[in-house]
């Protein structure tokens, strides 16, 4: 039996006929940027994130920058970032010139640790950006006491934690603004790149509309030096097709890992620290070994595909060298690198395909 990490097929092959309607339809529209699929789109997942406002842009990296830009913040100014988290985080805050100032993880959560932020928070600092990582939410209600406390924007990297809920709330709804990714691997994927801000801030959805279209609202008078970075009508209709499963993608995620965390036994694993199931939309199940490097190569023998989310931390990338920063000062997110192993999950995955991976976790000495 052969294990991708991701198969695409169960998902597309239930809604090939959908799909092709939507492209049908935009094809022979012969409208194809900001028309009426995105604002369908926009005003849809406004409305599933229990917000008042989406923006369509590019991708997720931009929908963060695009924030940052949208609260004036830019050189002299400094963003506190989890040091453990995809790039695209930091990239958003260097693309404005403020400085990046990493924060490490709880190592149980692998979520910034609102315990260590204080102390990095000057005058200098704007805002925390909070990664809701693999699909589950960081600690908000101890990170908006704090943001509330200095004054400084909370801001959501929602781009692996589409639907998520925490204390009731989704992801999306709970700080100042949140930035999400629709890349095709995600729980919401495009067919391409994609992305969006959610927020329920007016103000700032106005600004952040004229700054992805050339910083205009109105044909070709700029009040904003803008960017390029308008969600196209293909992806937007592709996504307003998703949209509509994506309780259902998350349903079947949850009950995959629900499924993985009562079979793994091998004592050599560490599994997920969750009190349920339901606290994650597990964008990604992530286990730790000490002997990381090893499994991967022995599940790969099985023909069992795992990825390492992620192998360099940001404080060790050399696009980073920069921040001059100590090694020993973000060993927790060193210590994820090493031993972090992403299984395989998603959409469509048998119970025999699950079986066939947990028996060779389990094998594994």
């Known amino acids: 039996m052969k294990i991708p990490f991701v198969d695409f097929n169960p998902m597309h092959n239930e809604i090939k006929e959908e799909m092709n309607l939507i492209f049908s339809k935009i094809y022979d529209n012969n409208w194809f940027v900001l028309g009426e699929n995105v604002e369908k789109f926009e005003r849809d997942f406004a409305n599933y994130c229990k917000a008042k406002y989406a923006i369509g842009c590019g991708n997720g990296l931009d929908a963060l920058y695009l924030i940052l830009r949208g609260y004036d913040i830019g050189e002299g100014d400094e963003v506190i970032v ?216 022995y599940l790969f023998k099985y023909n069992i595909e795992t990825l390492i989310h992620y192998p360099t931390p940001i404080h060790m990338q050399k696009s980073y060298y920069n921040l001059d920063l100590k090694e020993s000062d973000y060993q927790i997110a060193k210590e994820l690198s090493e031993t972090v192993l992403s299984l395989p999950i998603w959409y469509g995955m048998t119970e025999e395909e699950l079986k066939y991976v947990v028996e060779y976790i389990n094998k594994f000495k």
């Open 82 to 297: 989890p040091s453990n988290t995809f790039i695209a985080t930091a990239l958003a805050v260097s693309y404005t010139k403020a400085k990046v100032v990493l924060v490490e993880p709880d190592i149980n959560t692998y979520n910034i640790d609102p315990k260590k932020v204080e102390k990095y928070i000057n005058e200098k600092t704007k805002a925390i950006i909070a990664v809701h990582l693999y699909g589950r939410c960081a600690d908000m209600k101890e990170l908006k006491k704090i943001s509330d406390k200095y004054n400084l924007k909370l801001i959501e990297d929602a781009a692996q934690a589409h639907g998520c809920l925490y204390e009731g709330k989704k992801v999306g709804s709970i700080g100042d603004a949140a930035g999400f990714s629709f890349y095709p691997g995600k729980n919401l994927g495009a067919l391409g790149d994609a992305g969006a801000v959610v927020t329920n801030d007016e103000d700032l959805m106005k600004k952040i509309k004229a700054l992805r279209n050339y910083g205009s609202s109105k044909k070709y008078q700029h009040d904003y030096q803008g960017v390029n970075s308008r969600l196209d009508e293909l992806q937007a209709g592709f996504l307003n097709t998703k949209l509509k499963y994506l309780d259902k993608y998350n349903l079947q995620r949850q009950k995959i890992a629900k499924y993985y965390l009562e079979n793994i036994s091998n004592k050599g694993i560490i599994l997920p620290n969750v009190n349920n199931v339901e606290e994650s939309v597990w964008h990604l199940f992530v286990i730790r070994s000490n002997q990381r490097d090893e499994l991967q190569n």
